[in-house]
């Protein structure tokens, strides 16, 4: 299927069930280099296993997403859909498999800072800001950069990142709501800055989990929009249940069920797919 | 600075200078003469309020409670002692140049090697920043780094000084067992039973508390305060997006530490003692409340909570002794209650509400 997988095929890495790998914490230049996603596949996640208390959570998952690919999963409550996030962002250290982000990040030797600073970043699915910042501050902080504490002490925003947080404000449409506190926003509104402060991290792949939940029509159709608009430049995986958004948005869908990758294709070849109408209606 | 912030300086100035002409100026035979006794205890609560500062700096800002911060106040105190004890010299009841009068007589030969360079006020002064950092390091580095939070870091924390509590009681520790340190007699050749000693103890004491908050609200206004905070609400989040959350937790502890330990070393010149007892549990749960009574996550509300519980206790101590408990626990129940901002917050409300109808007439 891709370089990586067949290379380790060959060496029989991939097959035995390792224990979780140590903490490393690699030389930080891999990291600032960003991901080497010279064969076109951003996100490798192969024969992903984490169980919980003997409950497969993720069950030999395997799964590849394209640089600048906007792709949709769904599935069923339990599906592993969010165990999966925790695995590529960190979180959760798998039983066994591998996850790489490009050719060159292993991104199970990294920490969930470390992989923020490579380049993936995450939307939770309750709105997680910082209530009690600005919406500006909020975004200041989610800003590209070194994040050392003795910088940090002294950092002064330059007028080149203040247009940066002032683009980013105007495509998720707060520009004149910047200096209220984050709670005072509305569910929508608070969606949509966190999505701005992935956008500061000036990510390779963001990962998205439920982003309409509890939007209104209007506001459910603006993501849209902008989802479709961060795609290309940037890869976005997104987990959602409103099946007509997904249908709105995506090109590729994901099925997940039982922490396995039950079909993929096409919103159509998708929801034609006996195994999935089974899944979604038989039960 | 914000408007507040300044008002603060200005009252803290003010009351310096007043102290310093009410103690001098003013002869003893007039009302409005400060004594000197009054002059040390007012030193004293200026290094509580500066304690409580740091306190407020971890609890109130990064949402870490730590129920052992008397623990770096005490050892900044013990690093300040030792350089007093070794200053006393011939003047001990035992007339050894070297050592102190409690290891004669525990018929100790030599100093123990941890003693050494305690003879230098220079020396000294950098321990009483450096053991408590240090300790607050080691610790704060093992704690932060295995994710202990909450309720269980504030329980580990009261271990801490428990533990400390414990070996300091013991005499081969050799810091002088359950007596601690006492009777010293100057510091850098200014004799501590002198009145100006204590004047200018108590003005060093305001210039400390008054730089302390120059500092901490530099630390808050900057971005590092920002991320601080944002620990403090969204832990996870701030992971997310990238910050190292351990190292700035450790850095603020150990900050933090600091601060307490060079407040507990102004304190002891100025009451003249230091024993294992103020590693008490119990100290370090009263400073808690001292920041939540003057509103936590303000700087100078953890000042006024100290100076109000102090000024309150030393009020009740003395009318009603029996009954001082009873009013501190039944102080923090109604502050948690009814003022979740403290004191600080109760004026922020009054003022709200006075702006308000001129708000709505224009």
């Known amino acids: 299927m891709n370089m990586r997988s067949s290379l380790q095929r060959l060496s029989g890495r991939s097959r035995s069930a390792k224990p979780p790998r140590p903490i490393v914490i690699a030389p930080q230049d891999v990291l600032t280099a960003g991901p080497d996603a010279s064969h076109g596949v951003i996100l490798y996640l192969e024969e992903i296993t984490v169980s919980f208390d003997g409950f497969k959570a993720l069950n030999d998952l395997t799964l590849y997403v394209q640089a600048g690919e906007l792709r949709c999963i769904i599935g069923p409550n339990g599906a592993g859909k969010t165990t999966m996030m925790d695995v590529i962002t960190g979180k959760t250290r798998p039983d066994g498999g591998s996850a790489w982000f490009g050719q060159s990040i292993d991104l199970l030797a990294h920490t969930e800072p470390e992989i923020a600073q490579a380049g993936i970043g995450r939307k939770f699915q309750k709105p997680t800001v910082f209530e009690r910042h600005s919406v500006f501050e909020n975004l200041e902080l989610a800003m590209a950069g070194d994040k050392a504490v003795w910088l940090a002490l002294v950092a002064r925003l330059s007028g080149e990142q203040r247009d940066h947080i002032d683009d980013v404000l105007e495509v998720i449409g707060l520009s004149a709501r910047r200096y209220e506190t984050a709670g005072a926003l509305s569910h929508g509104q608070k969606q949509w800055l966190e999505i701005g402060m992935l956008l500061m991290q000036d990510p390779r792949l963001l990962l998205v989990d439920e982003p309409v939940a509890g939007m209104t029509p209007q506001e459910t159709e603006r993501t849209a929009e902008l989802l479709l608009s961060l795609a290309g430049k940037h890869s976005v995986v997104v987990v959602e249940h409103d099946m007509n958004f997904v249908r709105s948005i995506a090109r590729t869908v994901t099925v997940l069920h039982e922490g396995h990758v039950l079909a993929e294709g096409t919103m159509d070849e998708v929801q034609g797919n006996p195994k999935v109408v089974e899944v979604y209606l038989g039960e | ?362």
């Not at chain 2, 067992?177 to 103890?201: R, S, V």
């Open chain 2, 1 to 362: 600075m914000d408007r507040r912030g300044k008002i603060f300086l200005l009252v803290l100035a003010t009351l310096a200078i007043l102290v310093l002409l009410l103690n001098t100026v003013v002869p003893a035979s007039s009302s409005l003469h400060l004594s000197t006794y009054t002059v040390g205890l007012l030193g004293k609560y200026m290094c509580y309020a500066m304690l409580a500062m740091a306190v407020d700096l971890i609890w109130g800002y990064c949402g870490i409670l730590s129920l052992g911060h008397s623990a770096f106040f005490t050892l900044g105190g013990y690093a300040i002692g030792m350089y007093l004890m070794r200053e006393i010299g011939t003047r001990g009841v035992y007339g050894d140049p070297v050592l102190p009068d409690f290891m004669v007589f525990l018929n100790w030969k030599s100093l123990p090697w941890y003693w050494h360079g305690f003879n230098m006020f220079w020396f000294a002064a950098v321990m009483v920043m450096i053991v408590p950092g240090l300790l607050a390091l080691v610790f704060g580095w093992l704690a932060f780094r295995s994710r202990v939070t909450g309720v269980y870091l504030s329980i580990i924390t009261q271990a801490l000084t428990y533990a400390l509590m414990l070996a300091f009681f013991r005499n081969d520790m050799g810091f002088g067992g359950n007596n601690g340190f006492t009777d010293f007699k100057d510091i850098l050749g200014f004799d501590l039973t002198h009145d100006a000693t204590h004047l200018t103890l108590f003005l060093i004491t305001a210039f400390a508390l008054g730089l302390s908050y120059v500092v901490c609200s530099y630390i808050v206004a900057s971005r590092a305060g920002r991320v601080i905070r944002a620990i403090r609400d969204a832990e996870s989040r701030a992971r997310f997006i990238g910050f190292r959350v351990e190292s700035y937790k450790l850095w603020v502890f150990v900050f933090s530490a600091v601060l307490a330990g060079i407040a507990g070393s102004l304190y002891v010149p100025q009451v003249g003692i230091i024993n294992p007892s103020e590693f008490q549990p119990v100290n370090s749960i009263e400073v808690v409340i001292w920041v939540a009574v003057g509103g936590r996550g303000t700087l100078y509300g953890a000042v006024v909570g100290a100076l109000l519980v102090n000024l309150a206790q030393t009020f009740f101590t003395s009318a009603f002794p029996e009954l001082w408990l009873y009013a501190l626990g039944a102080m923090f129940v109604l502050v948690t209650l009814f003022l979740p901002q403290g004191v600080m917050g109760l004026f922020a409300q009054i003022q709200r509400r006075q702006r308000r109808p001129v708000a709505s007439a224009a």
